[in-house]
Structures are given as structure tokens and as C-alpha cells.
């Protein structure tokens, strides 16, 4: 085994612990979380997975089930679970070093350099402080890499009490891998699960003794670094946040649709949600893609799909500009007669915005618009999302999400903030 050591920190059941910050009589009470549309099941507390519900399940399948055990159902709310996500972070970095922000709920940590402290009773401090800061309950796994780290929180998460796992040791390790399925372990899909299975390697231990030459073979170098990472050798280190090379912003409607002007508004919410997030990483857009589709459910004769790209002269964040062109987009593609289920638009070939080369013919419109969306931005920042919004984007609505059980955005609209009596 080598020196370095890492940690796997992760909120537990993060969206339905995010519900109980600021609703206390939930602590204990069984609660699930839906997707989109209230269509699947993304969040469950330790109660509701007693029951036997599981991850990703239709609502439907299981609502007879969700009631009679008074379960508490939500709606997704991602506004407030990213700030409270944000929180989180934000925390982890005051209190630990080389942080690497691995999803929403999820974060490494580079603890070698602590490697001759307690790492339990210093795992218990921040575990304390991050509750006490955030309200959100977390898990913790130690081990030598950052593959076996995925191991130990998954080991970490069944320990109610504690919700820390040191997995440093040798005999530990291969104890806990003799019980992972192989599909369990981080890096390994389904489809790779089936090629090594045909092989004879079914669990984690298993794999952990392969040769790491024959199982690049069979799958990849990404399989041959897994065996090495299960045997204690980094291969996978704390990496650099990177800008994203597209963004993607695309939702079903809350019921089908069929008018140009209710597809434009949705098109235009969410070109404003992506550009919104591509000036927050400092980026400027070379083209857009917009699409947009029937359900793939439909009968043959009444599906429809279709998409379009448009690339600009020069790179943009401005929102009014690639709503424009999006709403052109629209009218390019939608065909008359089709009731439609989704949309979406892509910021294609993003851009450092320090480097961008300016067109002889913008006038001042170019920092002009970029004054403005700064405004704009800081504005919402402030008073809460869609404070100030274009009026493309509409203002009923009909198409949008259904969210029949959403809590209130408690730490970012000031409209909702929590009520002290």
C-alpha cells in the first residue's frame, strides 16, 4: 500500500435531507423526492428504503405503498437543493484541503498530508461542524485511493451511527470486496459487469486479483486502473475543476404541448438557464442546438423529432441573443399537428470569455449586452431566480414542470424565506 490517502465525503439521502433543514417535525418521518414531473423516485430517507422502494422507481408503481406508510412526498426543488449543495462545499473547503467537487453531493478529499493524525476523531470533527454549519448529515470513507474511498462510504453509510469507514487495511479490504458485486464498485458498468463475469470475476475481491494486463484487455485501460486502484496504487488523483465543453438545459413539459408560442417561452427559460450557467464558468458560446420531440411513445405516424444548429460570428453569454436565435430555431423546426413532450437547447464550442476576438462592426452593443446581463445576474443572485427575467420566457407558463409537492426555496428567494414566529 502506498502513503497517499484520500476520503470520499457524501450527504446523506441529500434531497430529502435538504427538506428537513428547515421543516425539523421531518427528522425520522419517511421521505421521498421525485424527478421531474413528479415522474421517479431521486431521493429516499433511510425509512422509505425499509420499505423496499427503490432508487429511480416510476411514483406511480409505488404510490399505494407511499401512502399507506404515510411517506412525505416533495417535488424536485434544485434551486435550493444547488445552494444548499453550495453550502456544503463551501464548508468542506474552509475545513479541509485539495477538495475535489465530484456531484452535487459528493466531494474527494487529498488527506495525506494528515496521514500521522487521527483520521476518525478529525472525520467525527467535520462530520460535527458540517451539520452544525449546513444541517446536512454526511458520510465518510478513508482508504489509500480514491476507488476503495468509494468503497468505504458505501461501507460508511450502513455504520447509523458512526458513518465513517477507515478502509486502510488489507484484510478489511479484501473482507468488504469479497461482498461487492462487481457492478458495485465504482468505474464498472453494467455492460463491463457482463464481460468480466463471463471471465469468472463476479465480486470486488475478485477483481482486486486479477491481472490488471487481462482485464485491460477485456475491457479497457479504465478497468486495468480500477484493478490497480482495488490493490491500493493511485492511478485516479484530485483533479482541477474544469470548465464544461457544452451546457445542456432541457426539460419534458408538464403536459403535452402543441402551440408554437408555449414551445418559444419554454425554449427561451431554458437558453436563459444555460447561458445563465456558462457566464457563471466564464465561458462564451461559438453555437446553440436546439431540438425538439414528441414522446418516443407515441404511435408511428404521430412522433415527431427534429433539430437544428446555428453557429455565431462571434462567441456570446448574451441571453437576449441566443433566445433570439433559438426562438428562429423554433420556427424552423416545429411542424404544426404534433403534440410535443420536450425540448431543449446546447451552448455548443464554449470558449474562455478573456479570449475572445471581437467583431469591428459590434458598436459598443457587445459590452454594452454584457453590462447588462451582469446586472441582471446580480440581481437575481440577490432577490432570488427569475427576479428579472426576458419576456420571451412568458409569464403562465403552461408548459412548465409539475411540481405539485415543491417546498419553498428557503435560502434563495426572499419571497420564501423561513418565518420565525
Given amino acids: 500500500m502506498n502513503n497517499k490517502i484520500f476520503a470520499l465525503i457524501d450527504c446523506n439521502n441529500f434531497y430529502a435531507s435538504c427538506e428537513r433543514v428547515f421543516n425539523p417535525k421531518l427528522v425520522n418521518e419517511p421521505i421521498v423526492v421525485l424527478s421531474n414531473n413528479d415522474g421517479c423516485i431521486v431521493s429516499r430517507s433511510n425509512e422509505v428504503k425499509k420499505l423496499g422502494v427503490p432508487m429511480g422507481a416510476p411514483y406511480f408503481q409505488y404510490k399505494k405503498i407511499i401512502e399507506e406508510n404515510g411517506v412525505h412526498v416533495f417535488s424536485s426543488n434544485y434551486t435550493f437543493y444547488g445552494d444548499m449543495s453550495r453550502r456544503v462545499m463551501q464548508s468542506l473547503r474552509v475545513l479541509l484541503p485539495n477538495i475535489e467537487i465530484y456531484s452535487i453531493d459528493e466531494a474527494f478529499v487529498d488527506l495525506t498530508q494528515y496521514r500521522s493524525s487521527d483520521l476518525i476523531e478529525m472525520s467525527n470533527e467535520v462530520k460535527k461542524t458540517v451539520k452544525q454549519w449546513t444541517g446536512i448529515p454526511i458520510s465518510i470513507g478513508i482508504a489509500h485511493t480514491k476507488t476503495l474511498s468509494k468503497v468505504a462510504n458505501s461501507i460508511a453509510k450502513k455504520e447509523e451511527k458512526s458513518n465513517i469507514c477507515d478502509l486502510r487495511e488489507v484484510e478489511k479490504i479484501e473482507a468488504e470486496l469479497a461482498t461487492f458485486e462487481i457492478e458495485e464498485i465504482w468505474g464498472i458498468s453494467k455492460g463491463w459487469g457482463t464481460r468480466l463475469r463471463s471471465s469468472g470475476i463476479s465480486t470486488g475481491l475478485e477483481l482486486m486479483q486479477a491481472d490488471p494486463e487481462d482485464v485491460r484487455k477485456r475491457i479497457s485501460v479504465v478497468g486495468q486502473r480500477i484493478v490497480m486502484e482495488l490493490n491500493g496504487y493511485p492511478c485516479i488523483h ?69 433539430s437544428r444548429a446555428k453557429k455565431f460570428e462571434t462567441p456570446t453569454s448574451n441571453t437576449a441573443s441566443i433566445i433570439a436565435e433559438a426562438n428562429k430555431i423554433i420556427d424552423e423546426i416545429y411542424c404544426e399537428g404534433y403534440r410535443y413532450q420536450k425540448t431543449g437547447i446546447t451552448l455548443l464550442n464554449l470558449v474562455n470569455e478573456n479570449y475572445v476576438q471581437r467583431s469591428f462592426n459590434d458598436k459598443g452593443l457587445y459590452d454594452r449586452g454584457e453590462k447588462i446581463m451582469e446586472v441582471i445576474d446580480e440581481i437575481n443572485r440577490y432577490y432570488g431566480s427569475n427576479t428579472i427575467f426576458h419576456a420571451a420566457q412568458g409569464t403562465k407558463r403552461k408548459w412548465g414542470m409539475k411540481s405539485d409537492n415543491r417546498s419553498k426555496k428557503y435560502t434563495t428567494s426572499l419571497k420564501e424565506l423561513p418565518l420565525v414566529k
Fill in 238 to 306: 484530485i483533479e482541477e475543476p474544469k470548465r464544461k465543453k457544452t451546457i445542456i438545459s432541457s426539460k419534458s413539459f408538464g403536459k403535452k404541448v402543441t402551440e408554437i408560442e408555449d414551445i418559444k417561452e419554454a425554449v427561451s427559460s431554458y437558453a436563459a438557464r444555460a447561458t445563465e450557467k456558462l457566464r457563471n464558468q466564464g465561458s462564451k458560446a461559438y453555437g446553440i442546438s436546439v431540438y425538439l420531440r414528441t414522446s418516443p411513445f407515441e404511435k408511428e405516424e404521430n412522433c415527431y423529432t427534429s
